[in-house]
Nanobody, 124 residues
Framework: QVQLVESGGGLVQAGGSLRLSCAAS????????MGWFRQAPGKKRDFVAF????????YYSDSVKGQFTVSRDNAKNTVYLQMNSLKPEDTAVYYC?????????????????WGQGTQVTVSS
């Protein structure tokens, strides 16, 4: 089973950028699809982005399309989320998750393993 550790969160001003990383343990990382989700205080966990095991397919929520970019480096067992033009409403805890099935899903219940999350705070 893969274990996931997110990093790269922090405090940034509106309009700034951050790159989140999600490092995975285990030799089978390259066979998993990966997702990014976020959860703001008092709100449910929302889908942000998906990337297939090969990196050839990506999907985004409408709220971040054109603003965030998901990528992966299977040689480094790492998936990334580049976040640009950040807004205060992007403030949340961001989680990466592994989906063993490999098929696209935006539902959190379809993901098998989760990281501990990293806080992103965007000040206005």
């Amino acid at each position: 089973q893969v274990q996931l550790v997110e990093s790269g969160g922090g405090l940034v001003q509106a309009g700034g950028s951050l790159r989140l990383s999600c490092a995975a343990s285990g030799r089978t990382f390259s066979s998993y699809a990966m997702g990014w989700f976020r959860q703001a205080p008092g709100k449910k966990r929302d889908f942000v982005a998906f990337i297939s095991w090969s990196g050839d397919s990506t999907y985004y929520s409408d709220s971040v399309k054109g603003q965030f970019t998901v990528s992966r480096d299977n040689a480094k067992n790492t998936v990334y989320l580049q976040m640009n033009s950040l807004k205060p409403e992007d403030t949340a805890v961001y989680y990466c998750a592994a989906r063993y099935s490999g098929r696209y899903s935006s539902r959190s219940e379809d993901y098998n393993t989760w990281g501990q999350g990293t806080q992103v705070t965007v000040s206005s």
